[in-house]
């Protein structure tokens, strides 16, 4: 009795090409298969898509320097020191200005009693005003205009305001003294800039000095020269 007819293996059924051409012909169709799907889409947005992937962020805009504040010392030597050095005794050197004491004069080169008739003195020999230097200027209490008379009452934070032909310096009383007519130290160089008011003490004697400090915080050029 014959055995059944068992199943054929597909494979065997075709020589090996043919066997092969098959395999060739479906990895083929899969292939097509998975690739064709982004093919079949429509291309504009992909194309778009592919550009903004590609197109690099754009760099932000870097933020503008800051303009340097203009030097308040230039021109200075030109300016302020070769207009004081010029002057002649009794020339006047610029304005002083103390709001809490009531003081607004002139004050001129030299603090004689020629000088201190009329204005407030330089007491030579000190520092002009500047970016250093003790600048010093004296002026009555009681006698002639005694624009001095109430420095006693200027106390720490109060506005001694200097102006000169070209610049507004600005200072800061510091604090007071009281000293003998002699004790000149108060008149020494000073390697920060610094203003010293000296009026006699006390009003309508001259025992003694009553002597002011103030330093200096701002500069301010006033566009002329």
Known sequence: MM???QPRDP???FPGPVALGIAVVALT???LAFAGAPLLAPRGPVRAQVRSAAAPAPAAPRPAA???PADPWAGYSEQDLAYWRKLPAGGRLGHITIPRAGADIDVVKGAGDA???????FVMGTDYP???GNAAIGAHRTLFKHPFRNVDVLRPGDVIIFRSPFREYRYT????TIVRPTDVQVLRHSTSPIITIIACHP???DSRRYIVRGELTSVTPLGKG
């Open 130 to 132: 500047g970016p250093n």
């Open 29 to 31: 169709a899969c292939t």
């Open 173 to 176: 009383v510091t604090g007071h």
């Open 115 to 121: 000088q201190l008739v009329a204005d407030a003195g």
């Open 11 to 13: 494979l065997r059924l």
């Open 66 to 68: 800051a303009p340097k």
């Open 203 to 205: 009003p309508g004697s």
């Open 3 to 5: 055995n059944p007819r």
